[in-house]
């Protein structure tokens, strides 16, 4: 088997192991936890943080599994969660050539937008759809909060996914040389 098609495979079954993590986080554990008002989208850190890292084809395959998860195990038309998670990988991936692994502002802005993008795009296709126009009150209960925490949580898990893909990096480093 060629040495850059294992490399691949290896990457490709971490991430996968690494959105069932947060799916299961996001989904089973934290909307247990009674004192979170709402809980941190960690598919959505992770979609943009690879994207981000990566460029656009790893953070689309990455959104769209994620996407797919979320269709799978949520009520509404299958597609809906896939379509917004792919565009985040996407266009994320246009600002790799501005990553640099010490900068945390722009992850932190990206996190932002990203966040309040996917918020409304729930409000346009869920709510609004339904005539329930109070944004306001969404915005407040709910984009707000949300915004807030996936902020903090960024912080963390942004640099333990950096870390990570710092590790990975070395590993491939090395099998390389060792091949050569």
Known sequence: MNIRLKKALKRAGIYALLILVCFTLQTGVFPLIPFLSSAPNLLLILTFSLGFMYGGNTGMICGLCAGLLMDLFTSGPFGFYSLIYLYIGFFN??????????????????????????????????????????????????????????????LVVYRLFLMANKKLDVIDQRRGQNAA
């Open 93 to 154: 991936g246009i600002f790799t050539r501005y990553y640099y692994d010490e900068f945390i502002t722009l992850p932190l802005i990206l996190c932002a937008v990203n966040e309040f993008v996917y918020n409304f795009y729930i409000f346009l296709g869920r709510f609004l759809v339904r005539n329930k126009l109070d944004f306001g009150f969404y915005f407040m209960d709910i984009i707000l909060p949300e915004l807030v925490f996936s902020l903090i949580v960024t």
